[in-house]
């Protein structure tokens, strides 16, 4: 059984960085997708949890939402057990709940657009881009 932590959210100004960290513990990530999701300010009580970008650890193939391509870079650590979440020019509609979650032998377009079941999560790091 793979669990996840993720850290590195915060506070950040405009145009300003963030490298988020999904940590994995009890194996490592082979035969995993594993994808950063967004639940926006407001939308807590809904749940509603919205693909990022995902990414297949072992054959590096990822899936960017349109609004992050060219900004954001998902990739992971040679032991295959940390992913990371290099986020660039944030916006503030960047800002929100940012979980990590991992799916056995998914494609990474299916798992980004919730197309199949996810059944392991962190517990998220809020990020917040405000001046």
């Known amino acids: 059984q793979v669990q996840l932590v993720e850290s590195g959210g915060g506070l950040v100004q405009p145009d300003g960085s963030l490298r988020l960290s999904c940590a994995a513990s009890?194996?490592?990530?082979?035969?995993?997708?594993v994808g950063w999701f967004r639940q926006a300010p407001g939308l807590e009580r809904a749940g509603v949890r919205a693909?990022?970008?995902?990414?297949?650890?072992?054959?590096?193939?990822?899936s960017y939402t349109g609004s992050v391509r060219g900004r954001f870079t998902v990739s992971v650590d040679s032991a295959k057990k940390t992913v990371f979440l290099q986020m660039n020019n944030l916006t503030p509609d960047d800002s929100g709940t940012y979980f990590c979650?991992?799916?056995?032998?998914?494609?990474?377009?299916?798992?980004?657009?919730?197309?199949?079941?996810?059944?392991?999560w962190g517990q998220g790091t809020q990020v917040i881009v405000s001046t």
């Open positions: 979650a991992a799916a056995w032998l998914t494609e990474v377009r299916q798992m980004c657009a919730r197309r199949t079941a996810i059944s392991k």
């Open positions: 009890g194996r490592t990530l082979d035969s995993y997708s």
């Open positions: 693909g990022v970008a995902c990414l297949d650890v072992n054959d590096g193939d990822t």
